[in-house]
């Protein structure tokens, strides 16, 4: 970690004032109390130390992991060799800017860190920010799951506002991932909502007139099919109309081309 890295010096001059007061004199205790207190505020500050240092100079993700991405996901694949290297970095700020919290799982594997990162950082790649601070937790069952909010209803996926949490059954990320043309990724919904909730003035275009039929005729997901898949009524027809910009972007040019230019516009216009 960058803030244990930079906490070497002080640990050696820690060593060192121990030394001096027993062998030397006691008045280099000073230096050792100093030591102690910097040693002490690099480890209550941490967090921010890493993430500044991250900032500016963030780590690639592991090799194999670059392959998964390179073989896996066609948005990175149509990037430049400049644009994927800023898709990792920015796969990885996510992953550590976010707090994952397995349920029933002893804990995330980094593949389906990336997995479910890619989504967001796909939405947000034209965009100077692409941090959801508003939502920063993301909590990961094996299956399907009630909730507080949801008791009588087993479902895959829910964001819960007042938390700023993302909810997930890793079951259907999995299987959303492995054959998005079967399954929906719900990774790919409750983002396109978090990304409404983050960037409510922009124009997200004129979605009145679009009914469910249309976006069946998109994806091949019926909203019968779609709402026991998620496992929830009253689907919010926008964001997975958006989700499926993503998912289907030919399909969804030549049924909805008026929304699609529209979405141009926010996903894909580069943002100060």
Same mark, same amino acid.
């Given at each position: 970690?960058?803030?244990?890295?930079?906490?070497?010096?002080?640990?050696?001059?820690?060593?060192?004032?121990?030394?001096?007061?027993?062998?030397?004199?006691?008045?280099?205790?000073?230096?050792?109390?100093?030591?102690?207190?910097?040693?002490?505020?690099?480890?209550?500050?941490?967090?921010?130390?890493?993430?500044?240092?991250?900032?500016?100079?963030?780590?690639?993700?592991?090799?194999?992991?670059?392959?998964?991405?390179?073989?896996?996901?066609?948005?990175?694949?149509?990037?430049?060799?400049?644009?994927?290297?800023?898709?990792?970095?920015?796969?990885?700020?996510? =992953? *550590?800017?976010?707090?994952?919290?397995?349920?029933?799982?002893?804990?995330?594997?980094?593949?389906?860190?990336?997995?479910?990162?890619?989504?967001? /950082?796909?939405?947000?790649?034209?965009?100077?920010?692409?941090?959801?601070?508003?939502?920063?937790?993301?909590?990961?069952?094996?299956?399907?799951? &009630?909730?507080?909010?949801?008791?009588?209803?087993?479902?895959?996926?829910?964001?819960?506002? &007042?938390?700023?949490?993302?909810?997930?059954?890793?079951?259907? /990320?999995?299987?959303?991932?492995?054959?998005?043309?079967?399954?929906? =990724? &719900?990774?790919?919904?409750?983002?396109?909502?978090?990304?409404? !909730?983050?960037?409510?003035? $922009?124009?997200?275009?004129?979605?009145?007139? /679009?009914?469910?039929?249309?976006?069946?005729?998109?994806?091949?997901?019926?909203?019968?099919?779609? *709402?026991?898949?998620?496992?929830?009524?009253?689907?919010?027809?926008?964001?997975?109309?958006?989700?499926? $910009?993503?998912?289907?972007?030919?399909?969804?040019?030549?049924?909805?081309?008026?929304? *699609? !230019?529209?979405?141009?516009?926010?996903?894909?216009?580069?943002?100060?």
């Amino acid at each position: 970690m960058p803030a244990f890295r930079l906490s070497i010096p002080f640990i050696l001059l820690l060593v060192l004032g121990v030394y001096l007061t027993i062998e030397v004199d006691t008045s280099w205790s000073l230096l050792m109390i100093a030591m102690v207190v910097i040693l002490v505020s690099f480890y209550v500050l941490s967090p921010q130390i890493n993430w500044w240092w991250w900032q500016r100079s963030p780590p690639d993700l592991p090799t194999e992991m670059a392959q998964f991405l390179g073989t896996k996901f066609p948005f990175y694949q149509q990037l430049s060799e400049e644009e994927q290297r800023e898709f990792r970095r920015r796969i990885f700020l996510f =992953n *550590e800017g976010t707090n994952y919290m397995p349920q029933k799982l002893e804990s995330i594997p980094l593949d389906v860190k990336v997995i479910i990162a890619s989504v967001p /950082v796909t939405m947000t790649f034209r965009h100077q920010d692409f941090l959801f601070t508003n939502f920063e937790n993301i909590i990961i069952y094996p299956h399907t799951f &009630p909730s507080p909010q949801y008791e009588q209803h087993f479902h895959a996926s829910e964001i819960y506002e &007042p938390d700023g949490v993302i909810m997930f059954c890793l079951e259907h /990320v999995l299987r959303g991932f492995v054959d998005p043309l079967q399954y929906l =990724n &719900p990774a790919w919904y409750e983002y396109a909502r978090v990304f409404q !909730n983050t960037y409510p003035a $922009y124009d997200y275009g004129d979605w009145s007139s /679009v009914a469910w039929a249309d976006l069946q005729r998109v994806s091949g997901f019926s909203q019968e099919a779609l *709402e026991r898949w998620i496992g929830l009524p009253e689907l919010d027809l926008t964001a997975m109309g958006i989700a499926f $910009y993503f998912l289907f972007p030919q399909r969804f040019k030549q049924e909805l081309p008026e929304l *699609e !230019n529209r979405l141009n516009l926010v996903f894909k216009e580069k943002s100060a």
